[in-house]
């Protein structure tokens, strides 16, 4: 399972990618983020796209091992914080 500190940060960023895009509530920002929490507010039913062990069985399984996929979540998960 991937390890999610919560922190917030691609919460803050669905705005910078066309995936995310609807769930933009209009300034980048995710509409089901709680600004003041730093939280997501429907984080255990929140969207599959937003769920990496999901998304990884739903689309990467056949591709890329899961230690590498979540390399690579890590890789951008350490981005989105170092540019806060």
């Given at each position: 399972m991937f390890k999610c500190?919560?922190?917030g940060c691609c919460c803050m960023?669905?705005?910078q990618s066309a995936v995310?895009?609807?769930l933009?509530?209009?300034d980048g920002v995710c509409m089901y983020f709680?600004?003041?929490?730093?939280?997501?507010n429907i984080y255990e039913i929140r969207p599959t796209m937003c769920n990496v062990d999901k998304v990884y069985t739903i689309l990467f399984k056949s591709k890329?091992?899961?230690e590498e996929y979540y390399?690579?979540?890590r890789k951008?998960?350490?981005q989105f914080k170092s540019a806060l």
């Open positions: 500190d919560k922190c960023k669905v705005g995310y895009a609807t933009d509530r209009g709680n600004d003041e929490l730093r939280l997501c890329i091992e899961k390399k690579m979540n951008y998960c350490e």
